[in-house]
T-cell receptor
């Protein structure tokens, strides 16, 4: 069990640029979640997948954000035309349906938009 | 809309004493409650959970209490150890929607 891995760990970008983050969940987990966390706050739900299907999206997920999980394994989160308000820690988590609802989190990608 | 609230941003406790972390929620439809612990530069890790049909769950030094009528959840750590120093997040789930509180930073002093 290698855990949930996220890449990159840190990303610094200029306002207006596009960024893409990757998440590799625990291999047997069928659910994958994206959360965003800002300083002094808890994680905020963005979206989740069951296998390759994106089943739910938060209203926080503006049209500049898009997430995919093409083969039901790894996932990518893309932010287009980044804004300074997008600066946050982006956390990925995975779970197995019925496993006490526990989420297993990765270490996150810290995004800084200058 | 902050449906899960942790009103104490920080808590300091002496080693060996009890740590009590509190959490309040507003949504009566939450059916599962969890506590996560987070160290710097790491993602949150699951600590303990409780179903809405129970009022207590214990795992070693950690006990979670649920008071549904008061919509209140608490985590007790006894005895507290310096390695318990971390940020603790309360989370509540309704179907596939999990909401987190803002966290409480626990410091356990030797």
């Amino acid at each position: 069990d290698t855990g949930v891995s996220q890449d990159p760990r840190h990303k610094i970008t200029k306002r207006g640029q596009n960024v893409t983050f990757r998440c590799d969940p625990i291999s047997e987990h069928n659910r994958l979640y994206w959360y965003r966390q800002t300083l002094g706050q808890g994680p905020e739900f963005l979206t989740y997948f069951q296998n390759e299907a994106q089943l739910e999206k938060s209203r926080l997920l503006s049209d500049r954000f898009s997430a995919e999980r093409p083969k039901g394994s790894f996932s990518t989160l893309e932010i287009q035309r980044t804004e300074q308000g997008d600066s946050a820690m982006y956390l990925c988590a995975s779970s197995l349906t019925g496993l006490n609802e526990k989420l297993f989190f990765g270490s996150g990608t810290q995004l800084s938009v200058l | 809309d902050q449906q899960v609230k942790q009103n104490s941003p920080s808590l300091s406790v002496q080693e060996g004493r009890i740590s009590i972390l509190n959490c309040d929620y507003t949504n009566s439809m939450f059916d599962y409650f969890l506590w996560y612990k987070k160290y710097p530069a790491e993602g949150p890790t699951f600590l303990i959970s409780i179903s809405s049909i129970k009022d207590k769950n214990e795992d070693g030094r950690f006990t979670v209490f649920l008071n549904k009528s008061a919509k209140h959840l608490s985590l007790h750590i006894v005895p507290s150890q310096p390695g318990d120093s971390a940020v603790y997040f309360c989370a509540a789930k309704e179907k596939n929607d999990m909401r987190f509180g803002a966290g409480t930073r626990l410091t356990v002093k030797p």
